[in-house]
């Protein structure tokens, strides 16, 4: 065993322990310690900000990160706004999804109960860090948190407060810990720790979440990658078209839900191609199109087959002509990350079909791809958003951080 | 790209496009394709007959696998009534879990859809060809199967007739596919075959699990290591617990659900253990026991450290007296795979606490832990159990080999 596993070890020992207790604990004790977190993360601004401040005179931190990496005393109040409403949220724990009684007369109930220990992999926003923390401990799980280097002070001292609040309250420090050591050797050996750690869920960009499926043997939940697609129908009401794709490209356009391409139908692309590519750079948006868009509005960027592949996460959209229904829907499911998908249409077969054969987590009907995200859908929380089939798709909540087990009552049963 | 990469590119992209038109297929289509395999199985019995003939004329077989690999026209006639069971039950897909309106008035509905395309890997054991071919059909998965290289012409001709009905029912034959090539190169590069597979489920040894759980970058569910655990509370009704460990132990020695060690109450050690281990032994069980087992009833077998951690899949048990429950429950969390444990009791608390305390997926309370099987749990049919938290847990049915999708209604909402 190397030096970095023999410290994770520890590290994932601890964490272990420390989520067999968290399971025991009541919903009105686990909510009691979310708002002590909220109410100390303001009372002790001042080590925190400290901390951030010798992050942020780091020299070599890149200058795009330094919004992110900054903390104020309004974006701790807002992290301890977070805590609190994950404080008042349902605690999925101890739910029987259902029971029932088997030929042999055992009761069996299917039950949910914590994941055990989560790690967190993300990048330099210390947020990731309180987010993770409070929505892992409302639903009984221990986390192992890897932030960014850069953020490793802001880190360090957020963790601090938030285990001191825990074992004020009697309860094991270790059900939050952070990753002190941010080589990659560590990293990659944490992604092996399958011994003590139950899953883990990298949060950041393509390359962090791409790293982490290669190297891991600890079971992965892949989020974030959006290459989302508003395939305009010939049905489509156009000016509805146009709000659903300008909503989607513009209004946030640097999230995994905002929407990176448009497939339009044959039949409307020459009334409509002019239309939409105006109101697009009405908003700044580069416009990148196929030859057929070319054809149509000649001075668009041409795009390049890479495009297609590609999410901008900024202000450019590509758009591409398609012949049929049938083609943009092979279009997306060559192409897409299976997060959000939505058709344009007051064709009912279409819309139905669409939501059928698309292989996403989220197929849409007349509706911007921007829903997809924990708070629009009600769960009242997000911890990412899956790209994979297994265990969780799309938005998940505190729901997805749980997992089950059958607890079973029998009176002396025995296999025939 | 290796050239066993290229030839798994192909198959997958194959599986892939076939898993598509498997999701369109309805019920009542699939239940007929499923009932035609049957009598195809036993129509066209002489090639699949003479397939297996030939793996048989293998010297280089060890005699042990000779009695799993042997195929005859009754074991043909019960893989023909296990599709038959599975084309009877019910069918998850396109099922609704639940439905809702967001605040914006979308409505949402999380509906059930096949995971895609599911790869099993397994050895000797052409039963399992033709029933994870069944399962995975009904469910509308496409299948990619890898099974032990001793029998590889009993699973091409199987899987020949099976592509066959699909052909005559002009479902894509791509549904169900072997590979051929049953090199390990060929086996490492199928569990990083992640843009084609998206689900790996293993089925055998720990050995097999292991090497798929090291190798995989495709996402794995873990099955079947069972190191089962019964533990005998001070207030056990001893015959009742006799009646669980011997059951436990002896009904199916070689199976995960089996019995492996008990745990005893050191208050009832000295009444209960000559009774236990005579019990065992009448049925012709070796008996390993730690030293207070020992010293009680001195002719067991000396347990070893590594006996607490082996699962014996044999008629071989290990008995260690514990001084209270918590002990036997951190016993059990150390040693156990998470599969199957059980406690006998007639002490309220006692049980509740263990159900609520021991980390795997069917805690029981006065029962045998053998229960933990698909059919017995009333499922109707089982690819594996589960050892693993994510995604599914315990005994999977047909429920288990299903992702879900959300699709959304909208009359033009965007994102505020």
């Known amino acids: 065993m190397d030096a970095a596993t023999t410290a994770l070890t520890t590290l994932g020992q601890q964490a272990q322990q420390a989520s067999y207790t968290l399971g025991l604990l009541s919903t009105k004790q686990k909510n009691a310690i979310l708002l002590a977190m909220a109410q100390a993360l303001i009372d002790q601004q001042a080590p925190i900000l400290a901390a951030n401040a010798k992050d942020l005179a780091n020299p070599q931190i890149p200058a795009k990160f330094v919004d992110r990496l900054t903390l104020t005393s309004a974006r701790l109040a807002e992290m301890a706004t977070g805590l609190r409403q994950v404080a008042a949220l349902p605690d999925p724990i101890g739910n029987v999804d259902r029971a029932w009684r088997n030929d042999a007369g055992l009761l ?56 001191d609040v825990l074992q004020a309250a009697d309860v094991d420090r270790h059900a939050i810990q952070l990753i002190q050591d941010t080589s ?15 899953v883990l869920i990298p949060r950041g960009s393509a390359r962090l979440i791409q790293a982490v499926l290669t190297q891991a043997t600890v079971p992965v939940i892949e989020t974030g990658a959006g290459n989302c697609h508003v395939y305009v129908d010939q049905a489509a009401q156009l000016d509805m078209a146009t709000k659903i794709i300008v909503n989607g490209k513009v209004q946030r356009p640097s999230v995994c839900n905002a929407t990176e391409k448009v497939l339009i139908h044959r039949a409307v ?41 590609t999410e901008y996460n900024d202000l450019i959209i590509a758009i591409k002509v398609v012949d049929s229904e049938a083609d943009a829907i092979a279009h997306i499911n060559r192409y897409n990350t299976q997060h959000s998908e939505a058709i344009v249409t007051d064709n009912y077969q ?67």
Chains 1, 2 share one sequence.
């Open 350 to 416: 279409a819309g139905k079909v669409f939501q059928q054969r698309v292989n996403a987590a989220c197929v849409y009907i007349n509706a911007s791809t921007r829903f997809t995200d924990g708070f629009e859908f009600g769960f009242g929380a997000e911890i990412g958003i899956s790209t994979q089939k297994l265990h969780a798709r799309g938005p998940m909540g505190l729901n997805e951080l749980t997992a089950y087990k059958y607890v079973i009552d029998g009176n002396g049963q025995v296999r025939q």
């Open 184 to 198: 990659h050797e560590t990293a990659a050996a944490f992604m092996r720790l399958t011994d003590y750690v139950d």
């Open 108 to 163: 069996i109930a299917k039950e949910r109960v914590p994941l055990g220990v989560i790690g967190m992999i993300f990048e330099a926003r210390p947020n990731v860090t309180v987010d993770a923390a409070g929505l892992c401990f409302k639903t009984g799980n221990a986390v192992i948190l890897r932030g960014g280097k850069e953020a490793l002070h802001s880190n360090q001292a957020l963790v601090n407060v938030l285990q």
């Open 269 to 309: 692309a020459a009334d409509y191609l002019p239309t939409i590519i105006q109101a697009l750079r009405d908003q700044g948006v580069e416009v990148r199109g196929d030859t057929a868009t070319q054809a149509i509005v000649p001075d668009v960027v041409p795009a390049t087959a890479a495009d297609w592949a």
